[in-house]
């Protein structure tokens, strides 16, 4: 499949291997590793392989990628040590924007668990 490329892009960049990350998935449509900078012991990065700028360019069309993207968080958290719900479980998060803290505008699906202290984010 061809998926979009922005070449300013630094989530693309990881996509296209030009910037190493340590990944934990990756298939022919999405990628996933650990954020460079965590906020908690488990803090994953779910992305999909084409240059989505952020949910607020999301299509109809998008559905189906957008959802294995959420059927994927639980896995990952579960293989990357995060306790079972309801005891444990793992905080998701789509930044979308400025206002919002979006950093990077590449759609990202944030995975953020483990043991407390978490870094305050909002
Ligand atoms: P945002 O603020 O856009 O929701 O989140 C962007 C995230 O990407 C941040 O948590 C930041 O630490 C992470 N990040 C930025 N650059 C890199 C990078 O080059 N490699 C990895 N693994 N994470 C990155
Ligand atoms: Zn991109």
Not at 17 to 37: C, T, W
């Amino acid at each position: 499949m061809q998926h979009d490329h922005d070449p300013d892009c630094i989530f693309c960049k990881i996509v296209a291997g030009d910037i190493p990350s340590k990944k934990v998935y990756e298939d022919d449509d999405l990628l996933a590793f650990h954020d460079i900078s965590p906020w908690a012991p488990i803090h994953l990065l779910i992305i999909p392989k084409t240059h989505i700028p952020s949910m607020a360019q999301v299509q109809p069309e998008h559905a189906p990628l957008l959802g294995r993207m959420m059927v994927l968080a639980p896995q990952l958290a579960k293989e990357q040590g995060c306790e079972p719900f309801p005891e444990g479980g793992f905080r998701l998060v789509v930044n979308t924007g400025d206002e919002s803290g979006q950093e990077v505008h590449h759609l990202h699906l944030h995975v953020v668990g483990g043991p407390h202290p978490w870094k305050q984010i909002l």
